[in-house]
């Protein structure tokens, strides 16, 4: 999977804030140059410094950024994360696009971490879902990993999730799981919610059975009628409280759409210094 934009996300990020042209930054002489440096106002998993050096570089190749932190590490307030150096323009104009784009996978990163590390020792994985940002999907499924955490499906193209009214449609789960079987080379999911519907699908054997909203004595009773034989997924009202309840039971996997939609952007500040001697 990506650990890098694309260049068409880098245009699109652009287009969407400069448009036509950065008209404020017009009144900045063309030969200015300037130096920068950005601060962490909170703790944080840094995440995104891929996306952030493509901005600045889709601007102008001259600009030159010092990174003063590893991407995945954990950073305390108020620390200086990179230093930035090149024309005075392309640094204001690519400001609010890059740190758009820090704050943000560095917040999801900083999030998975926190559920990485509420179920570390029970061999249970954390899964995001498709509940991303639009036009963010896979940058914030590489910040989730970047966070310790584990990717689900892409989208509806790489995987078969076979939901409620998929089975209604499709007239039963077995008769779900058997087209799937027969029409697609790809991993077979299927939703259950309750134990009868459970043990319905795991007479079919499918890759993986997701059990939603389950409570903690079904998820155990569903782990012992299991025997390991697919893999078992949770998922449903579980969030921090929880999550390490339920990663003891014995599933395989978590999934937690907090993960990339409940995210607060973290506070980060860039300082730009213009170097007016040419004036």
């Known amino acids: 999977m990506l650990s890098q934009p694309t260049t068409e996300e880098i245009n699109a990020y652009l287009a969407e804030d400069i448009g036509s042209g950065d008209v404020t ?17 909170e703790k944080t998993v840094l995440c995104g410094r891929a996306w952030f050096d493509a901005i600045f570089h889709r601007l102008d190749s001259a600009i030159t950024i010092e990174w003063l932190a590893d991407e995945g590490q954990v950073v305390d307030k108020d620390t200086e994360l990179c230093r930035l150096q090149g024309p005075a323009r392309a640094l204001l104009s ?30 249970c994985k954390v899964l995001d879902t498709r509940k991303t940002l639009p036009g963010l999907r896979m940058a914030q499924k590489y910040a989730v990993r970047c966070g310790g955490c584990f990717n689900h499906r892409i989208g509806l193209y790489d995987a078969v999730l076979i939901k409620e009214n998929h089975i209604i449609a499709a007239g039963s789960i077995a008769q779900a799981i058997k087209t799937a079987r027969n029409r697609y080379d790809l991993m077979v999911e299927v ?19 997701m059990l939603d909203n389950f409570s903690l004595e079904d998820m155990r009773a569903a782990v012992a009628l299991n025997a390991g034989a697919v893999e078992l997924e949770a998922s449903g009202n579980i969030d921090l409280d929880c999550i390490r309840k339920v ?31 040419d004036d």
Request: without cysteine.
């Open 25 to 41: 930054a017009g009144i900045i002489p063309e030969t200015t140059l300037a130096t920068a440096t950005v601060l962490s106002r």
């Open 94 to 123: 690519g400001e609010r696009t890059a740190l758009n784009l820090l704050q943000t996978l560095s917040a999801t990163a900083t999030v998975a971490r926190t559920y990485a590390d509420a179920v570390a020792g029970t061999g």
């Open 191 to 209: 939703e259950v919610e309750n134990m009868a519907e459970f043990k319905q699908a795991i007479a079919e054997k499918p890759d993986r059975i």
């Open 247 to 277: 990663a003891e039971t014995g599933v395989n996997y978590i999934s937690i759409g907090a993960l990339t939609k409940n995210i607060i952007a973290i506070d980060l500040s860039m300082r730009i210094k213009l170097d007016m001697s």
